[in-house]
């Protein structure tokens, strides 16, 4: 007896319908008589329909089960149905390529956010709102580049990068001073304590209500 193997069979399309639903869309397409065709195919899609009954209630199921009949059948089936026929060319076509994601230049350790900031403090204009988003985003990288030193740094060094990754349109005013180091360090250090002792205080107060 000759056993009929699966690589040696025709590849089906759609595997999670199974062989035997591909075998009634090929016997489907070959029917000449369109009536016939036409009473198969919802029958097909029928099928196909309680084989997925955790779908009905999903929106366009009806119109997804065509869709899928048309691919199974390699977009030859000719028969009426209550849905726009879809095309080869759309389902099939690439994606455009994704964009890299823009980098702080040299500066990764700002970080992506700070270069959009910087970019949205470009297309403001001139005035005390926009002069205060740019303190805050010198604030903020002042503040990243201590959390990537963890020592200390020149406001003169914050400015000079604020000034280069804005292609030398953004600048501090003189009377603008920017937060000390060691109080930005304070506040990461005081939110790390406020995490690890909130999560150590929940804990404790579970082992004293069991012990009660």
């Known amino acids: ?37 036409n009473k198969m195919a919802e029958a097909i899609v029928h099928v196909m329909g309680n084989m997925q009954p955790h779908l009905r209630d999903v929106p366009d199921f009806q119109h997804k089960l065509w869709d899928q009949i048309f691919i199974m059948s390699d977009y030859r089936l000719d028969v009426d149905t209550p849905y726009p026929k879809p095309e080869r060319e759309v389902l099939q076509a690439k994606p455009d390529p994704l964009a890299y994601p823009r980098s702080a230049s040299k500066y990764r350790f700002y970080g992506n956010n700070i270069q959009i900031m910087i970019d ?21 990288m002042k503040k990243c580049y201590l959390n990537w030193n963890k020592d200390t740094v020149d406001d003169d060094v914050i400015l000079s ?12 005013k003189e009377k603008d001073v920017l937060s000390e180091s060691k109080d930005l ?3 990461k250090i005081f939110k790390s304590y406020q995490k690890s002792g909130h999560k150590s205080g929940q804990k ?3 082992k004293n209500y069991r012990k009660r």
């Open 161 to 172: 990068h604020l000034k280069e990754l804005s292609g030398g349109k953004l600048e501090l």
């Open 120 to 140: 949205t403090a470009l297309t403001w204009e001139d005035g005390e709102m926009k002069d205060a988003l740019v303190y805050a985003i010198a604030n903020h």
């Open 1 to 37: 007896m000759d056993l009929e193997y699966n690589a040696e069979r025709e590849k089906l399309i759609i595997p999670e319908y199974g062989r035997h639903i591909q075998k009634l869309v090929n016997h489907c397409i070959a029917l000449e008589d369109r009536e016939e065709r």
């Open 185 to 187: 360090l304070k506040q």
């Open 204 to 206: 404790q107060g579970k």
